[in-house]
T-cell receptor, first 118, second 112 residues
Framework: EPEVTQTPSHQVTQMGQEVILRCVPISNHLYFYWYRQILGQKVEFLVSFYNNEISEKSEIFDDQFSVERPDGSNFTLKIRSTKLEDSAMYFC????????????????FGPGTRLTVT | GQQVMQIPQYQHVQEGEDFTTYCNSSTTLSNIQWYKQRPGGHPVFLIQLVKSGEVKKQKRLTFQFGEAKKNSSLHITATQTTDVGTYFCAGPNGEYGNKLVFGAGTILRVKS
């Protein structure tokens, strides 16, 4: 079964450093997402991406964050200057379409990257 | 902004007992999705409900969508140890699922 992959599985970085989290969405999917989950808390939406541009972003996704699809397969999340509070599990997800009132498009989540900022 | 509330936060049951988690949205939803996250794992899609009053079953799991399309529930009959995990409901912010708003989740622990 196709799956979303993410690298690295764990990233440790110092406060103020830049990190890039990488994802390979499912190959025929068109919509890509980043979520984060602080330990023991709920999954929070960061950003969605379609047709090479951001389609929606949350308040969390400020100027320190950026996303890119540098080639036909990778989808990256960059945090320019990490803060302690950025420590979390970051999940990438993809879907074939958008789920609506008559459309069923599930989001497939990757295994996540645990980011630890020290 | 849209909020999705879920209760209870935590439930510890004896194997074989039933389990229910409830989800409530501050706004009417076009659809609601349920995900399961095993300890240390990632969210895995379980089901999507789209119609008012819809009920769907997956083996021992029964999902309901309220008539007003603002609430939903997941009921597990005769829990097993494999049911352990966190169950999240999620609703789209807007007509389409471009931005999913997740509930806080219900952690289920099953004692054998």
């Amino acid at each position: 079964e196709p799956e979303v992959t993410q690298t690295p599985s764990h990233q440790v970085t110092q406060m103020g450093q830049e990190v890039i989290l990488r994802c390979v969405p499912i190959s025929n999917h068109l919509y890509f997402y980043w979520y984060r989950q602080i330990l023991g808390q709920k999954v929070e939406f960061l950003v969605s991406f379609y047709n090479n541009e951001i389609s929606e972003k949350s308040e969390i996704f400020d100027d320190q964050f950026s996303v890119e699809r540098p080639d036909g397969s990778n989808f990256t999340l960059k945090i320019r200057s990490t803060k302690l509070e950025d420590s979390a599990m970051y999940f990438c997800a993809s879907s074939a379409g958008l789920a609506g009132s008559s459309l069923l498009y599930e989001q497939y989540f990757g295994p996540g990257t645990r980011l630890t900022v020290t | 902004g849209q909020q999705v509330m879920q209760i209870p936060q935590y439930q510890h049951v004896q194997e074989g007992e039933d389990f229910t988690t409830y989800c409530n949205s501050s706004t009417t939803l076009s659809n609601i999705q349920w995900y399961k996250q095993r300890p240390g794992g990632h969210p895995v899609f379980l089901i999507q409900l789209v119609k008012s009053g819809e009920v769907k079953k997956q083996k021992r799991l029964t999902f309901q969508f309220g008539e007003a399309k603002k609430n939903s529930s997941l009921h597990i009959t005769a829990t097993q140890t494999t049911d352990v995990g966190t169950y999240f409901c999620a609703g789209p912010n807007g007509e389409y699922g471009n931005k999913l708003v997740f509930g806080a989740g219900t952690i289920l622990r099953v004692k054998s």
